[in-house]
């Protein structure tokens, strides 16, 4: 089992940044077979949804259309770690944000591929 740890959560004027981590465990990471590592979010009285992911071998990102030019998502390999810097902020970005690990087979957007999440990281943009 791969243990994810997402930090880097608050509050946040609209117009701020913040940067999101997610950490994964080293010797279960090393174990799994990651071809994906994602952020979704879930917003209040909304459905979980996908908003980033990069893919493991060779850095490709990807990216929900809302969050395009404004977020931005990236991988430290030898820290087994995942980014997301989040630019120009909106109340729109307020949500829990969750980290995933996806394998073989696995589709980028859709979290019914990811295997582990983390227990998720509160942000809150305050117009």
């Known amino acids: 089992q791969v243990q994810l740890a997402e930090s880097g959560g608050g509050l946040v004027q609209a117009g701020g940044s913040l940067r999101l981590s997610c950490a994964a465990s080293l010797r279960t990471f090393r174990a799994y077979r990651t071809v994906y590592m994602g952020w979704f979010r879930q917003a209040p009285g909304k459905e979980r949804e996908f908003v980033a992911a990069i893919r493991w071998s060779d850095g490709n990102t990807y990216y929900t259309d809302s969050v395009k030019g404004r977020f931005s998502i990236s991988r430290d390999n030898a820290k087994n770690t995942v980014y997301l810097q989040m630019n120009s902020l909106n109340s729109e970005d307020t949500a829990v944000y969750y980290c995933?690990?996806?394998?073989?087979?696995?589709?980028?957007?859709?979290?019914?591929?990811?295997?582990?999440w983390g227990q998720g990281t509160q942000v809150t943009v305050s117009s």
């Open positions: 995933a690990v996806a394998s073989y087979g696995a589709t980028y957007f859709y979290q019914g591929s990811y295997d582990y």
